[in-house]
């Protein structure tokens, strides 16, 4: 059962990330706030749930959400100012679309730089804990996934339209045989030596 609130007399918001890990395309962060009696008995941290039932969750947290904002940072940024400062970036930029002002911030994971002024706490595996994080997971995520299936028509040879550019045996195989594309990160050391850029 995840908790609905760390602190009941404030206007929370729950931050996450998705797409981090990946040798492509961008990464995406949702922010969102939640009533405090917001309840789905699939609400879970994105990862335990199945790609429908994310799909099923993600109209469902836009209609009932007190507010909520999806922002990403491209991979040629992500190269420029490194996939950390990215990740903080797009947290940043979703908070930003926020339509109320929260007065503290659920954070997934150990770090975060700081957002104007407002308060926040980092959770550890928050995805799993936390309602708002939670959601905002599966909105991050939906997001990115929907972003790749479209980049995957324009590059059907590296498989994003299942693996969402994450390192998988079938998208290593594909840079070996084919090299880089525009959408790869390019400080990530994913290219094997012998490769030629797309």
């Known amino acids: 059962m995840l908790e609905k609130y760390f602190d009941k007399t404030k206007i929370e918001a729950g931050v996450d990330e998705a797409g981090r890990g990946c040798y492509a395309g ?11 009696d917001f309840y789905h ?3 879970n941290d994105s990862k335990k749930l199945s790609e429908k039932q994310r799909e099923l969750l993600r109209p469902i947290i836009e209609k009932e959400s007190i507010s909520f904002g999806v922002a990403m940072v491209d991979n040629i940024e992500i190269d420029q100012i490194n996939i950390l400062q990215a990740s903080y970036k797009a947290m940043h930029l979703s908070l930003d679309k926020l339509k109320k002002a929260p007065q503290l911030l659920l954070i997934d ?13 980092c959770i550890v595996k928050g995805d ?20 790749m299936q479209k980049l995957h028509h324009k ?4 498989g994003w339209d299942k693996n969402k550019g994450y ?5 290593r195989k594909a840079i070996e045989n084919f090299g880089l594309c525009e959408f790869h990160r390019k400080t ?9 850029l797309f």
Do not use: M
Request: cysteine-free.
């Open 155 to 158: 590059y059907e040879v590296y």
């Open 109 to 121: 994971g150990n770090r975060f730089k700081p957002y104007k002024k407002t308060s926040h706490k």
């Open 26 to 36: 961008p990464v995406f962060a949702a922010a969102v706030i939640l009533p405090n």
């Open 188 to 196: 990530f050391n994913i290219l094997p030596s012998q490769s030629k």
């Open 41 to 43: 008995p699939l609400l």
């Open 128 to 147: 799993g804990k936390y309602a708002s994080i939670a959601a905002a997971s599966i909105l991050a995520k939906t997001y990115r996934d929907e972003f």
């Open 167 to 171: 390192g998988t045996a079938v998208h």
